[in-house]
């Protein structure tokens, strides 16, 4: 109820900002981008040998999906910009890419689209020697919607619908969101290709507030109470371990990390247009190359 009631609220706050990135937009310079890049997940599934922490040392690249983004930059002098963009993306995970012994007998798959609308502010704080690329990093807020799929005996299945760690067998226990917020972060690097025009490198990560992109986070469930509740599928779904220890699915027993929450990331690259520049903005207007930022100094030297 908190996260639905949150999300809410983070929803109307960012078509908020996007009023007010667009209003502000008058007089600054624009920039059109669109791009493409590969998308990792960090979560309960696959991983490193040891426990799983949920950073770059849990990146399964056999599991590598794609990304695509476009949106919109409006540059408020020389150091700051605030930016919009959406992203569609596929994640996916699986524990037979890890060599943690637990985690590869549990034998779980899933993977999900995901569909993102976020605000961001970059600063820009160092150009490179030549004077044709800036680095850049970046903050903001976003919202996403995912929905865990995973194959078994060759048909697919949405993993929320079967409940898999009780929600529609235990009493007073929800099926989770299929949409959360989540916080982007990241560095990126913008270089020159033309005089209205720039490639954007970046790495592009994302903490989320749900655990459940991959539906896993808790512990297993009675079989028997998942087939009273969804049927025979939603058992084999829940528990399709391959350990040999003794009593690894039992009831109550870990599959998962419920101290940490799902993340995701993107290797970027965009391909930028500056549409021009108004008063005081950054761009590329009459013969002035970079522009000037309040008659001092440029942003780009392109």
């Avoid at 003794?246 to 247009?273: E, H, M, Q």
């Amino acid at each position: 109820m908190f996260l639905y009631i949150t999300s809410k609220y983070i929803k109307k706050l960012i078509f908020i900002s996007l009023f007010f990135l667009c209003y502000s937009a008058k007089g600054q310079s624009v920039d059109l981008f669109f791009g493409t890049g590969s998308s990792h997940f960090l979560g309960d599934l696959g991983g490193k040998l040891f426990a799983g922490t949920n950073d770059f040392q849990d990146v399964d690249f056999a599991k590598t999906r794609y990304g695509l983004t476009a949106g919109v930059r409006v540059n408020f002098g020389r150091y700051f910009t605030l930016r919009a963009n959406g992203w569609y993306a596929r994640v996916a995970g699986d524990d037979k890419f890890t060599s943690n012994k637990e985690r590869r007998g549990r034998n779980l798959s899933f993977f999900s689209p995901i569909l993102e609308g976020d605000v961001l502010a970059e600063i820009n704080f160092a150009k490179s020697k030549n004077g044709k690329g800036i680095f850049y990093i970046f903050g903001g807020l976003g919202f996403f919607t995912f929905n865990p799929k995973t194959k078994l005996n060759g048909n697919t299945y949405n993993l929320r619908d079967y409940g898999t760690e009780g929600q529609f067998a235990i009493a007073g226990k929800s099926p989770y969101a299929l949409s959360s917020i989540c916080f982007p972060s990241g560095i990126g690097y913008k270089l020159a290709v033309g005089r209205k025009s720039y490639l954007a490198f970046e790495v592009n990560m994302r903490k989320t507030q749900t655990d459940y992109i991959d539906d896993v986070s808790t512990n297993f469930v009675d079989p028997n109470l998942l087939i009273a509740a969804k049927g025979p599928v939603a058992a084999q779904l829940a528990d399709r371990n391959i350990s040999t220890i003794p009593g690894f699915s039992t009831p109550g027993s870990i599959r998962g990390d419920v101290k940490n929450n799902d993340s995701y990331f993107f290797l970027a690259i965009t391909y930028n247009i500056r549409l021009g520049v108004g008063a005081g903005g950054i761009g590329y207007g009459g013969k002035r190359r970079g522009g000037r930022i309040h008659g001092k100094g440029r942003c780009f030297e392109f």
